[in-house]
Protein backbone atom coordinates (compact mmCIF):
# COMPACT_ATOMS: atom_id res chain seq x y z
CA UNK A 1 0.00 0.00 0.00
CA UNK A 2 1.04 3.45 -0.82
CA UNK A 3 2.54 5.49 1.79
CA UNK A 4 0.40 8.53 1.93
CA UNK A 5 2.62 11.18 3.20
CA UNK A 6 0.92 14.56 3.54
CA UNK A 7 -0.24 17.78 5.58
CA UNK A 8 -3.80 18.69 6.15
CA UNK A 9 -5.80 20.78 8.40
CA UNK A 10 -9.65 19.72 10.04
CA UNK A 11 -11.51 22.74 11.27
CA UNK A 12 -14.67 23.79 11.83
CA UNK A 13 -16.71 27.70 12.10
CA UNK A 14 -19.13 27.51 14.98
CA UNK A 15 -20.62 30.87 14.20
CA UNK A 16 -20.83 29.84 10.54
CA UNK A 17 -22.08 26.32 11.44
CA UNK A 18 -19.07 25.04 8.69
CA UNK A 19 -16.85 22.31 8.96
CA UNK A 20 -14.07 21.44 6.52
CA UNK A 21 -11.07 19.66 5.80
CA UNK A 22 -7.65 20.77 3.49
CA UNK A 23 -5.20 18.64 2.32
CA UNK A 24 -1.89 18.65 -0.07
CA UNK A 25 0.32 15.62 -0.63
CA UNK A 26 2.83 14.60 -3.42
CA UNK A 27 0.35 11.24 -4.39
CA UNK A 28 -2.51 11.49 -6.43
CA UNK A 29 -5.73 12.27 -5.64
CA UNK A 30 -5.68 13.03 -2.21
CA UNK A 31 -9.40 14.37 -2.16
CA UNK A 32 -10.24 10.54 -2.92
CA UNK A 33 -8.80 9.40 0.44
CA UNK A 34 -7.53 11.77 3.36
CA UNK A 35 -11.13 14.67 3.70
CA UNK A 36 -14.25 13.17 5.42
CA UNK A 37 -17.14 16.04 6.92
CA UNK A 38 -20.69 15.74 7.98
CA UNK A 39 -22.29 19.45 9.07
CA UNK A 40 -23.08 19.46 12.62
CA UNK A 41 -21.02 16.68 13.66
CA UNK A 42 -17.61 17.34 12.89
CA UNK A 43 -14.78 16.97 10.59
CA UNK A 44 -11.70 13.98 9.86
CA UNK A 45 -8.42 13.71 8.06
CA UNK A 46 -6.81 10.16 7.92
CA UNK A 47 -3.42 9.56 6.44
CA UNK A 48 -0.40 8.28 6.77
CA UNK A 49 -0.89 4.43 5.52
CA UNK A 50 -4.75 5.73 5.51
CA UNK A 51 -6.97 3.80 7.43
CA UNK A 52 -9.81 5.51 5.27
CA UNK A 53 -12.57 3.40 7.26
CA UNK A 54 -11.61 6.21 10.43
CA UNK A 55 -13.79 8.65 7.95
CA UNK A 56 -17.15 7.15 7.79
CA UNK A 57 -16.92 5.27 11.15
CA UNK A 58 -15.26 8.41 13.00
CA UNK A 59 -18.35 10.68 11.39
CA UNK A 60 -20.97 8.05 12.66
CA UNK A 61 -19.19 8.21 16.64
CA UNK A 62 -19.25 11.82 16.53
CA UNK A 63 -23.06 12.16 15.10
CA UNK A 64 -24.28 9.56 18.23
CA UNK A 65 -22.95 12.40 20.34
CA UNK A 66 -18.87 11.26 21.06
CA UNK A 67 -16.08 13.65 21.53
CA UNK A 68 -13.47 14.31 19.40
CA UNK A 69 -11.59 12.75 21.56
CA UNK A 70 -13.22 9.83 22.32
CA UNK A 71 -14.06 9.02 18.84
CA UNK A 72 -9.75 8.87 18.25
CA UNK A 73 -9.81 6.51 21.11
CA UNK A 74 -12.54 4.12 19.49
CA UNK A 75 -10.71 4.50 16.03
CA UNK A 76 -7.07 3.60 17.45
CA UNK A 77 -8.10 0.56 19.50
CA UNK A 78 -9.93 -1.28 16.84
CA UNK A 79 -7.02 -0.67 14.56
CA UNK A 80 -3.75 -3.09 14.79
CA UNK A 81 -1.73 -0.66 12.89
CA UNK A 82 -2.63 2.55 14.27
CA UNK A 83 1.05 3.01 14.94
CA UNK A 84 1.21 3.80 11.16
CA UNK A 85 -2.04 6.02 11.07
CA UNK A 86 -2.00 9.97 11.34
CA UNK A 87 -5.58 11.49 12.07
CA UNK A 88 -7.13 14.72 12.90
CA UNK A 89 -10.63 15.65 14.28
CA UNK A 90 -12.73 18.14 15.06
CA UNK A 91 -16.43 17.71 16.45
CA UNK A 92 -19.99 19.53 16.89
CA UNK A 93 -18.71 21.33 19.43
CA UNK A 94 -15.18 22.67 17.82
CA UNK A 95 -13.22 20.42 20.20
CA UNK A 96 -10.04 19.04 18.62
CA UNK A 97 -7.51 16.18 18.41
CA UNK A 98 -4.84 15.00 16.64
CA UNK A 99 -2.95 11.67 16.50
CA UNK A 100 0.28 11.00 15.30
CA UNK A 101 1.36 7.15 15.45
CA UNK A 102 5.26 6.50 16.61
CA UNK A 103 5.54 4.78 13.58
CA UNK A 104 5.28 7.59 10.81
CA UNK A 105 8.19 9.02 8.73
CA UNK A 106 9.77 11.87 9.78
CA UNK A 107 8.72 14.81 9.90
CA UNK A 108 5.74 13.46 11.60
CA UNK A 109 3.62 15.26 13.90
CA UNK A 110 0.55 17.57 14.78
CA UNK A 111 -1.05 20.80 16.85
CA UNK A 112 -5.25 21.89 17.91
CA UNK A 113 -6.32 24.68 19.51
CA UNK A 114 -10.04 25.46 19.44
CA UNK A 115 -11.83 24.35 16.27
CA UNK A 116 -8.82 22.77 14.22
CA UNK A 117 -6.67 20.15 14.41
CA UNK A 118 -3.23 20.18 12.03
CA UNK A 119 -1.35 17.07 11.07
CA UNK A 120 1.67 16.24 8.59
CA UNK A 121 4.24 13.85 7.98
CA UNK A 122 7.45 13.26 5.82
CA UNK A 123 7.73 17.09 6.25
CA UNK A 124 10.13 19.49 5.58
CA UNK A 125 10.22 20.27 9.19
CA UNK A 126 7.68 21.32 12.09
CA UNK A 127 7.49 24.87 10.88
CA UNK A 128 5.01 23.58 7.67
CA UNK A 129 2.11 22.97 10.84
CA UNK A 130 3.27 25.85 12.33
CA UNK A 131 2.71 28.25 9.81
CA UNK A 132 -0.30 26.56 9.19
CA UNK A 133 -1.90 26.93 12.24
CA UNK A 134 -0.40 30.91 12.35
CA UNK A 135 -2.38 31.89 8.82
CA UNK A 136 -5.71 30.13 9.85
CA UNK A 137 -5.47 31.58 12.83
CA UNK A 138 -4.98 35.10 11.94
CA UNK A 139 -6.70 34.85 8.53
CA UNK A 140 -10.04 36.61 8.81
CA UNK A 141 -13.55 35.79 6.97
CA UNK A 142 -15.06 32.54 6.21
CA UNK A 143 -13.80 28.48 7.05
CA UNK A 144 -12.90 27.51 3.28
CA UNK A 145 -10.31 30.86 2.97
CA UNK A 146 -9.17 30.12 6.30
CA UNK A 147 -8.07 26.49 5.67
CA UNK A 148 -6.49 27.38 2.49
CA UNK A 149 -4.74 30.19 3.95
CA UNK A 150 -3.26 27.67 5.98
CA UNK A 151 -2.64 24.95 3.35
CA UNK A 152 -1.04 27.30 1.41
CA UNK A 153 1.14 28.64 4.33
CA UNK A 154 2.12 25.03 4.94
CA UNK A 155 2.74 24.60 1.08
CA UNK A 156 4.97 27.66 1.19
CA UNK A 157 6.96 26.62 4.06
CA UNK A 158 8.25 23.81 2.60
CA UNK A 159 5.37 21.00 2.90
CA UNK A 160 5.56 17.30 1.67
CA UNK A 161 9.80 16.38 1.39
CA UNK A 162 8.76 14.89 -1.68
CA UNK A 163 7.59 17.15 -3.80
CA UNK A 164 4.00 18.18 -4.98
CA UNK A 165 1.37 16.36 -6.60
CA UNK A 166 -2.27 17.00 -5.36
CA UNK A 167 -4.51 18.87 -3.22
CA UNK A 168 -7.87 19.17 -2.08
CA UNK A 169 -10.71 21.12 0.29
CA UNK A 170 -13.79 20.05 1.47
CA UNK A 171 -16.13 22.15 3.52
CA UNK A 172 -20.09 20.99 4.65
CA UNK A 173 -22.65 23.62 6.41
CA UNK A 174 -26.52 22.90 6.33
CA UNK A 175 -27.82 23.49 2.85
CA UNK A 176 -24.79 24.78 1.90
CA UNK A 177 -24.95 22.74 -1.72
CA UNK A 178 -25.83 24.25 -4.74
CA UNK A 179 -29.32 25.26 -4.41
CA UNK A 180 -29.71 24.19 -1.09
CA UNK A 181 -30.36 20.68 -0.96
CA UNK A 182 -27.55 19.25 0.33
CA UNK A 183 -24.64 20.35 3.02
CA UNK A 184 -22.18 19.86 0.71
CA UNK A 185 -20.55 23.38 0.29
CA UNK A 186 -17.14 23.25 -0.98
CA UNK A 187 -15.42 20.22 -2.78
CA UNK A 188 -12.75 20.91 -5.13
CA UNK A 189 -9.35 18.61 -5.80
CA UNK A 190 -6.66 19.02 -7.82
CA UNK A 191 -5.60 15.69 -8.38
CA UNK A 192 -1.93 15.88 -10.40
CA UNK A 193 -0.29 18.89 -10.99
CA UNK A 194 2.90 20.55 -10.87
CA UNK A 195 2.40 23.10 -8.53
CA UNK A 196 -1.43 21.83 -6.90
CA UNK A 197 -1.98 24.59 -4.25
CA UNK A 198 -2.17 27.84 -6.14
CA UNK A 199 -4.47 26.05 -8.95
CA UNK A 200 -7.01 25.06 -5.58
CA UNK A 201 -6.81 28.18 -5.07
CA UNK A 202 -8.07 29.58 -8.59
CA UNK A 203 -11.08 27.47 -8.44
CA UNK A 204 -11.74 28.89 -4.88
CA UNK A 205 -11.46 32.56 -6.81
CA UNK A 206 -14.15 30.80 -9.10
CA UNK A 207 -16.52 29.83 -7.04
CA UNK A 208 -16.72 32.76 -5.21
CA UNK A 209 -17.02 34.26 -8.47
CA UNK A 210 -19.99 32.14 -9.87
CA UNK A 211 -21.81 31.37 -6.20
CA UNK A 212 -20.54 34.07 -4.59
CA UNK A 213 -23.28 37.06 -3.54
CA UNK A 214 -21.96 40.99 -3.64
CA UNK A 215 -23.33 43.95 -1.36
CA UNK A 216 -25.98 46.00 -3.94
CA UNK A 217 -22.37 49.19 -3.25
CA UNK A 218 -20.95 46.90 -5.63
CA UNK A 219 -23.18 46.28 -8.59
CA UNK A 220 -22.34 48.38 -11.97
CA UNK A 221 -25.44 49.72 -14.19
CA UNK A 222 -24.72 49.20 -17.98
CA UNK A 223 -24.33 52.68 -18.88
CA UNK A 224 -21.95 54.76 -21.06
CA UNK A 225 -18.58 53.33 -21.97
CA UNK A 226 -18.99 50.30 -19.65
CA UNK A 227 -22.13 49.24 -21.68
CA UNK A 228 -20.60 50.40 -24.86
CA UNK A 229 -17.39 47.50 -23.97
CA UNK A 230 -20.15 45.09 -22.92
CA UNK A 231 -22.25 46.17 -26.25
CA UNK A 232 -18.50 44.99 -28.52
CA UNK A 233 -18.09 41.90 -26.58
CA UNK A 234 -21.15 40.52 -26.94
CA UNK A 235 -21.23 41.03 -30.35
CA UNK A 236 -17.29 39.77 -30.88
CA UNK A 237 -19.39 36.37 -29.49
CA UNK A 238 -22.24 36.55 -31.68
CA UNK A 239 -24.84 37.99 -29.42
CA UNK A 240 -25.45 41.39 -30.42
CA UNK A 241 -25.72 43.20 -33.74
CA UNK A 242 -26.25 46.50 -33.73
CA UNK A 243 -24.04 49.39 -33.18
CA UNK A 244 -22.16 49.32 -30.12
CA UNK A 245 -23.94 52.95 -28.99
CA UNK A 246 -24.03 52.66 -25.38
CA UNK A 247 -27.98 52.57 -25.21
CA UNK A 248 -29.26 49.68 -23.15
CA UNK A 249 -32.35 48.99 -25.08
CA UNK A 250 -34.52 45.63 -25.59
CA UNK A 251 -32.47 43.83 -27.80
CA UNK A 252 -29.10 45.09 -25.84
CA UNK A 253 -31.03 43.51 -22.29
CA UNK A 254 -32.27 40.10 -24.60
CA UNK A 255 -27.98 39.66 -25.77
CA UNK A 256 -26.99 40.55 -21.83
CA UNK A 257 -29.38 38.21 -20.60
CA UNK A 258 -28.13 35.23 -22.98
CA UNK A 259 -24.62 36.18 -22.49
CA UNK A 260 -25.33 35.91 -18.99
CA UNK A 261 -26.77 32.86 -19.28
CA UNK A 262 -24.41 30.71 -21.12
CA UNK A 263 -21.41 32.11 -18.68
CA UNK A 264 -23.74 30.90 -15.77
CA UNK A 265 -23.67 34.21 -14.28
CA UNK A 266 -27.38 34.08 -13.99
CA UNK A 267 -26.91 34.87 -9.93
CA UNK A 268 -24.50 37.84 -10.69
CA UNK A 269 -26.38 40.26 -13.51
CA UNK A 270 -30.27 41.41 -13.80
CA UNK A 271 -30.66 42.05 -17.42
CA UNK A 272 -34.01 43.26 -16.38
CA UNK A 273 -32.17 46.34 -14.75
CA UNK A 274 -29.49 46.36 -16.33
CA UNK A 275 -26.87 45.80 -14.01
CA UNK A 276 -23.91 42.96 -13.02
CA UNK A 277 -21.86 42.57 -10.30
CA UNK A 278 -18.70 44.60 -10.52
CA UNK A 279 -16.04 41.17 -9.94
CA UNK A 280 -17.97 39.35 -12.54
CA UNK A 281 -17.77 42.78 -14.94
CA UNK A 282 -14.00 42.58 -14.16
CA UNK A 283 -13.72 39.01 -14.79
CA UNK A 284 -15.72 39.19 -18.33
CA UNK A 285 -13.78 42.16 -19.52
CA UNK A 286 -10.35 40.24 -18.29
CA UNK A 287 -11.04 36.89 -20.01
CA UNK A 288 -13.13 38.85 -23.35
CA UNK A 289 -11.94 42.36 -23.45
CA UNK A 290 -9.70 43.43 -26.48
Known amino acids: MPHLSTFSIAA ?32 LATQSF ?11 MMAEGLSAEETLEKLLADDPERDLRQVGLVDALGRAVTFTGKRCFDWAGG ?30 GS ?3 RLYAALLAGDQ ?31 YRVDDAL ?16 FGESPESERVQLTGE ?19 DGRYDE ?22 AGWIDRPVLEYILRKFGK
Not at 50 to 60: D, E, I, Q, R
Not at 197 to 210: A, D, F, I, S, T
Not at 260 to 271: C, I, L, Q, S, T
Open 195 to 210: NPVPRLGELLELHELY
Open 157 to 187: AGGDRRGRQSAAIYVVKPKGGYGGFIDRWID
Open 251 to 272: VTAEAFRAFMGNENFEERADPA
Open 50 to 60: ANTSYGPNGLA
Open 111 to 140: LTGPGYAIQGNILTGADVVQSMEAAFRETG
Open 12 to 43: CDLEEQAWGVAVASKFPAVGAVVPWAQAKVGA
Open 226 to 244: VLKRMQRIMADLGYYQPAT
Open 143 to 145: LPG
